[in-house]
């Protein structure tokens, strides 16, 4: 039985640009798209699983100007090793 859940992909990001807390850690991402999240121009808070995607973007998010709390913030050694 499995029990993960399955997003296809995060392109319903691209209309939320308002949204101010996202966590995104738990699911398995079918596109392995991660760019919709820099669209999040409000973003405070982002958690999102530390895959080798994310990683490869760890550099632009977290230069999302209102980024300021979640794993990409408190634990950068998840996305930078």
């Known amino acids: 039985m499995n029990l993960n859940i399955f997003v ?3 392109d319903f990001l691209y209309d939320m640009s308002q949204l101010r807390f996202f966590r995104f ?5 079918k596109s392995k798209d991660y760019m ?3 669209r999040l121009e409000n973003i405070g808070h982002l958690t999102l699983i530390p895959c080798k995607e994310v ?3 760890y550099s632009d ?7 300021k709390y979640g794993l990409l913030i408190d634990r950068p050694e998840l996305y930078t090793n």
């Open 8 to 10: 296809k992909s995060l």
């Open 25 to 29: 850690l738990t699911a398995r991402l």
């Open 36 to 38: 919709p999240v820099l």
């Open 55 to 57: 990683k490869s973007l």
């Open 61 to 67: 998010i977290t230069k999302l100007s209102k980024l």
